[in-house]
């Protein structure tokens, strides 16, 4: 029986040292290198790792949500107006719509993995190039957990049955996967 190295009790998602290993071995085989960004320039692993865990803070902090939606329902639309309204009152409908939809957004800050992973990447804890090489990460990992080669995180993330805990399963399991099979800083000389 594998080793379990991760297992939250309120998760379907089990991290293995095969899994693990498993996906290490589909790195290896990719086509492009996977610690090297759009940049040129190549990630260390604990810099990858420090982008997912800051990730799973994110997603601890402002909560979690499968899908992204509108915020307001479909009946709070903007009402008609008729051949007598002026220029000045649409235009002052469309604003207070907007300042509408935008305070109901703020309050509803819940975010999806793929926008977290996005907003780390431009904070002190990441960038563009952790951002994508963590998305990079978590498609080995959900092709060695679904043992599927064309699987990919996103609609894995987006599954009507995944949890909160599934997701932060497979961020932790991003970070360790990073810290073990990810470069390591060059030392200066």
């Keep these: 029986m594998p080793e ?24 290896r085989d990719a086509y492009r290198p996977l610690w090297t960004g759009n940049s040129g320039e190549q990630s260390t692993g604990e810099a990858v790792a420090r982008h997912f865990e800051a990730t799973v803070t994110l997603l601890d902090t402002d909560g979690w949500t499968r899908t992204w939606s509108w915020p307001t329902p479909p009946d709070t639309m903007l009402p008609a107006t008729d051949d007598e309204t002026s220029v000045r ?44 090489i963590a998305q990079d990460v978590l498609d080995l990992l959900v092709q060695a957990l679904t043992d599927n080669t064309a699987a990919r995180f996103a609609p894995w993330a987006e599954r009507l049955h995944r949890t909160h805990a599934d997701i932060t399963a497979l961020l932790t399991a991003g970070a360790l996967f990073a810290r073990t099979h990810g470069p390591a800083p060059e030392r200066a000389v």
């Design 4 to 27: 379990t190295l991760i297992a939250i009790t309120a998760s379907s998602v089990v991290i293995t040292t095969e899994m693990l290993e498993k996906a290490a071995q589909l790195a």
């Design 89 to 132: 009152d649409m235009v002052r409908t469309l604003l207070d719509y907007v300042r509408e939809e935008d305070s109901a957004t703020a309050r509803s800050s819940q975010r999806t993995v793929i926008t977290a992973l996005g907003y780390i990447g431009g904070t002190e804890h990441g960038d563009p190039d952790t951002r994508d």
